[in-house]
């Protein structure tokens, strides 16, 4: 469903390639808020450019390419600081400070921007 969202909103030929995504260390994802992580790998794999291993990318996407807000936002920043992340690709800054610099991004396609 992701990469035929790519294909249609981002126009990227992805359907002539083969594309596994592989979680490392036994997590399992059990909701959607990674989805933005995925659509990031994807989309950096595909450009050829890294992602900074301090940024992490936070969000629910929808099938018309909208990212939304997901759940505990705050408390996930909060962890992300603690391992190091500077930098967070999320729909909502939230309310409070988090020592995070936070990039707001309503879709999919306004996330190219920060690659």
Known sequence: MLLA???????LPLNAYDVFINISGGIKVKESSADLA???SIISSFRNRPISKESVFIGEVSLTGEIKDVFSIDTRLKEAKSCGIKK???????????GIKCF????VSKMLELF
């Open 5 to 11: 969202l790519l294909e249609k909103k981002l126009d």
């Open 38 to 40: 995925v659509i990031a």
């Open 88 to 98: 967070a690709i999320i729909a909502t800054k939230p309310k409070g400070t988090t």
């Open 104 to 107: 707001e991004v309503d879709e």
